[in-house]
């Protein structure tokens, strides 16, 4: 028998299925016009990427070639990261560059989709690729996974207030 | 019997240990001073990276964590470029990433190391790593190879003048 956990979000589904990059799922219960503008305002981006943390967004230029550089203000200090658009195909698909300051030229690339599920629901697939299985493995041993359910949960809510 | 050729510049050795690399080897007439700061003065960069054409370095700061962003005028368009410092140690390593706008999102890492043969010559050698074979492909077959010995025949001349 399972317990239905009615105030806890859904946790996203991390795999890796190849040596060089992660592999992310979730569903959101929101259409996908609505997944794509809290995923690509920046006042809306504000509100749920840093977990509750303040984030100022220095540069967010959505378009390809575009440039995005957010600064989060958290408790155990301020973290910079930043990268450029490669493809931006509303409302389906992003791919960028991710670097975080503290490990400068050290790039993932993200691919990220958006599936319409056809029922209101949206099922975001987040696809990094690492220079180096190395890189890789350091992402997947900071804590990425507890962070990443937790902006997860801040936009399950911000979709929710839309 | 070989042919001396004394007024051609040294072609760079361009090898590919690996399916996702890029190994260039060029010998210099210059200690190895005089190379690294010709490889990290803007003002002398700007002298041969553009193979004769103007350069304009938009920024260059050469530390751990800082950015670079050339934008070349030549005869056939603008062209940028752009990336930022993994690691600067003088005068022997550079680690930095690099980004054409043609293809934005596309990031190359370059290992430049500087070796000191000990008789006024320098050794540098650039390792360039891919994020997929397709992309090192994609540089090898751009006239990479023939740009690159122009702009090592330029690096030739700044470094005689200096």
Redesign the interface.
């Known amino acids: 028998m399972t317990t239905p956990m009615m105030h806890t979000s859904p946790k996203a589904r991390v795999t890796t299925p190849t040596d060089r990059e992660i592999h992310i799922e979730r569903i959101f219960a929101a259409p996908r016009e609505r997944v794509w503008r809290a995923m690509t305002d920046p006042a809306l981006v504000a509100q749920w990427w840093g977990r509750g943390n303040k984030i100022v967004i220095e540069r967010m230029e959505v378009e ?3 440039h995005w550089r957010f600064v989060e203000h958290s408790p155990e200090g301020v973290h910079g990261f930043e ?5 931006v195909t509303p409302p389906e698909r992003v ?3 991710f ?1 975080w ?1 503290g ?5 993932v ?1 993200e691919h990220v989709t958006l599936e319409d599920l056809g029922d209101g629901r949206t099922k975001v697939t987040n696809v990094s ?1 690492f ?2 299985t190395e890189e890789r493995d350091g992402m997947l041993h900071s804590g990425m996974e507890g962070g990443l359910n937790e902006s997860y949960a801040a936009l399950d809510r911000v979709l929710a207030s839309m």
Chains 1, 2 share one sequence.
Do not use: K
């Open positions: 390809r070639g575009g990268g450029r658009y490669r493809e791919v960028q560059t670097e300051d490990m400068p030229g050290h790039v690339i690729l220079h180096t």
